[in-house]
C-alpha cells in the first residue's frame, strides 16, 4: 500500500511539474515568441504541514521574494498537508529528480545522509539558542555538504522545534508512564528506538495518517513541537499534553541540487537570499506563537503537564545517544560542545 501511494504522489507531482521537469524555459518562448530572454523556472516546494504553520511561513516568504526579485522569471508553487505525500516520498522525489523542493523534518534525511542522524539524538540541544547556534554554524555546513553529494541543495536551515508526547490515556511525567502506550513516531531509527527505551510501543507512521490513527484508536499517542500539536488540532484527540522536549527538530528548505546548478547565477543568489528570508520568518513565527499554544491548547481541554523532570527522561534514552554518538564523534561533539 505504501509503495502504490508513493507511486501515485509522483504521478501527482509529475504532473504538476508539468513536460519541463523545473528545465529552463525561455520566456519569449512561453509567451510563443523566439528571442534571447533568459529562461524561466517553475519551482513545486512540497510539505506535509498546513497553510497556517510555520512551515507555511518560511515557504510563503521565500514564493513572495522569489517571485518578486526574479521579476516572474522563477515561479514557486507551494503543496501543503502531504498532498504530494509523506516527507520521506517528497524527499525522495526531490533525489530522483521527481519533484524540485522540499521543506522537511531532518529525522527522514539519515535515510539518504545517515550523518545527519546527529541532528536527531534526544536531548542533545540544550535550548532554543544553542539550537540554533547550531544550525547557523560549522556542523550545519558540513552536513549541507554531505547532502549536496546525494543531489540536495540545502537553501537554508529552518525550525520545526522541540517535540513533546501528547496522548488519549493518563499523563506522562516519567518514562515509566510511557509504559505500552502506542505512540507515533516518525521513520527515524534514533526516535523508535529511544522511545523503546522509554518503555512506548513506537510505531513509524506517515504524518498524513496520523490523526485518523488517533481518532480511531489505531495508536494512543504522538509527539510533535507545539505549532504543529496546535495547528493540526491534535486537541480533538488527544487529552494530554507533556511538555518533554526530548527532541529539537531542525528543517530543511532544499531543492535537487541538479535543479539548482541549472539556474544562473543570478537566479541561484535570488533563491538562497529567499531561503534566508524564509528562515527568519520561520522562526519569528514560532517565537510568536509558543506560548500562545499552550495556552489554546488548554482552552481547547487539553491537560498540560507543564514541569517535566527531564532528567529520568535523559537517563532512559542514554544507550541510543551512546550508539549514534559512536558513529559520528566529531559531530556529536562539535554539538554539545557549541555555545
Same mark, same amino acid.
Given at each position: 500500500?505504501?509503495?502504490?501511494?508513493?507511486?501515485?504522489?509522483?504521478?501527482?507531482?509529475?504532473?504538476?511539474?508539468?513536460?519541463?521537469?523545473?528545465?529552463?524555459?525561455?520566456?519569449?518562448?512561453?509567451?510563443?515568441?523566439?528571442?534571447?530572454?533568459?529562461?524561466?523556472?517553475?519551482?513545486?516546494?512540497?510539505?506535509?504541514?498546513?497553510?497556517?504553520?510555520?512551515?507555511?511561513?518560511?515557504?510563503?516568504?521565500?514564493?513572495?521574494?522569489?517571485?518578486?526579485?526574479?521579476?516572474?522569471?522563477?515561479?514557486?508553487?507551494?503543496?501543503?498537508?502531504?498532498?504530494?505525500?509523506?516527507?520521506?516520498?517528497?524527499?525522495?522525489?526531490?533525489?530522483?529528480?521527481?519533484?524540485?523542493?522540499?521543506?522537511?523534518?531532518?529525522?527522514?534525511?539519515?535515510?539518504?545522509?545517515?550523518?545527519?542522524?546527529?541532528?536527531?539524538?534526544?536531548?542533545?540541544?540544550?535550548?532554543?539558542?544553542?539550537?540554533?547556534?547550531?544550525?547557523?554554524?560549522?556542523?550545519?555546513?558540513?552536513?549541507?555538504?554531505?547532502?549536496?553529494?546525494?543531489?540536495?541543495?540545502?537553501?537554508?536551515?529552518?525550525?520545526?522545534?522541540?517535540?513533546?508526547?501528547?496522548?488519549?490515556?493518563?499523563?506522562?511525567?516519567?518514562?515509566?508512564?510511557?509504559?505500552?502506550?502506542?505512540?507515533?513516531?516518525?521513520?527515524?531509527?534514533?526516535?523508535?528506538?529511544?522511545?523503546?527505551?522509554? !518503555?512506548?510501543?513506537?510505531?513509524?507512521?506517515?504524518?498524513? *495518517?496520523? @490523526?485518523?490513527?488517533?481518532? +480511531?484508536? =489505531? &495508536? #494512543?499517542?504522538?509527539?510533535?513541537?507545539?505549532?504543529?500539536?496546535?495547528?493540526?488540532?491534535?486537541?480533538?484527540?488527544?487529552?494530554?499534553?507533556?511538555?518533554?522536549?526530548?527532541?529539537?527538530?531542525?528543517?530543511?528548505?532544499?531543492?535537487?541540487?541538479?535543479?539548482?546548478?541549472?539556474?544562473?547565477?543570478?537566479?541561484?543568489?535570488?533563491?538562497?537570499?529567499?531561503?534566508?528570508?524564509?528562515?527568519?520568518?520561520?522562526?519569528?513565527?514560532?517565537?510568536?506563537?509558543?506560548?500562545?499554544?499552550?495556552?489554546?491548547?488548554?482552552?481547547? !481541554?487539553?491537560?498540560?503537564?507543564?514541569?517535566?523532570?527531564? *532528567?529520568? @527522561?535523559?537517563?532512559?534514552? +542514554?544507550? =541510543? &545517544? #551512546?550508539?549514534?554518538?559512536?558513529?559520528?564523534?566529531?559531530?556529536?561533539?562539535?554539538?554539545?560542545?557549541?555555545?
Amino acid at each position: 500500500m505504501k509503495k502504490l501511494t508513493f507511486f501515485l504522489s509522483l504521478v501527482v507531482t509529475a504532473s504538476l511539474i508539468g513536460c519541463s521537469n523545473g528545465q529552463e524555459t525561455s520566456g519569449s518562448e512561453a509567451n510563443g515568441e523566439t528571442g534571447d530572454s533568459e529562461a524561466a523556472h517553475s519551482l513545486n516546494f512540497g510539505t506535509t504541514q498546513t497553510e497556517d504553520s510555520q512551515f507555511s511561513a518560511a515557504l510563503e516568504a521565500l514564493k513572495e521574494e522569489v517571485e518578486e526579485k526574479s521579476d516572474g522569471e522563477i515561479s514557486v508553487n507551494l503543496h501543503y498537508n502531504s498532498s504530494l505525500g509523506d516527507e520521506r516520498e517528497m524527499v525522495e522525489a526531490v533525489n530522483m529528480g521527481n519533484l524540485e523542493g522540499v521543506m522537511t523534518s531532518t529525522g527522514v534525511l539519515s535515510n539518504f545522509v545517515p550523518e545527519t542522524s546527529v541532528l536527531d539524538l534526544p536531548f542533545i540541544f540544550r535550548d532554543k539558542e544553542h539550537a540554533r547556534t547550531v544550525m547557523d554554524g560549522e556542523v550545519a555546513d558540513t552536513l549541507a555538504g554531505s547532502l549536496e553529494d546525494s543531489n540536495f541543495k540545502v537553501l537554508a536551515w529552518a525550525e520545526n522545534g522541540f517535540r513533546h508526547v501528547t496522548n488519549s490515556q493518563h499523563p506522562i511525567e516519567n518514562p515509566e508512564d510511557l509504559d505500552g502506550i502506542k505512540l507515533r513516531t516518525m521513520e527515524v531509527s534514533s526516535h523508535q528506538k529511544a522511545f523503546q527505551e522509554m !518503555g512506548a510501543d513506537p510505531t513509524p507512521m506517515g504524518w498524513g *495518517e496520523v @490523526f485518523t490513527s488517533l481518532q +480511531q484508536e =489505531v &495508536i #494512543d499517542g504522538q509527539e510533535n513541537p507545539l505549532t504543529i500539536i496546535y495547528q493540526s488540532k491534535l486537541f480533538e484527540v488527544q487529552d494530554y499534553l507533556s511538555l518533554t522536549g526530548h527532541v529539537y527538530s531542525p528543517t530543511a528548505i532544499m531543492v535537487g541540487n541538479d535543479i539548482f546548478e541549472g539556474m544562473s547565477e543570478e537566479n541561484q543568489q535570488i533563491l538562497l537570499d529567499a531561503a534566508q528570508t524564509a528562515k527568519t520568518a520561520n522562526y519569528e513565527f514560532i517565537d510568536e506563537v509558543e506560548t500562545e499554544n499552550i495556552e489554546r491548547l488548554e482552552d481547547e !481541554g487539553m491537560e498540560i503537564i507543564e514541569d517535566v523532570d527531564k *532528567e529520568p @527522561f535523559m537517563e532512559a534514552v +542514554q544507550p =541510543v &545517544i #551512546d550508539e549514534y554518538k559512536s558513529e559520528f564523534p566529531e559531530l556529536y561533539e562539535q554539538i554539545i560542545n557549541t555555545n
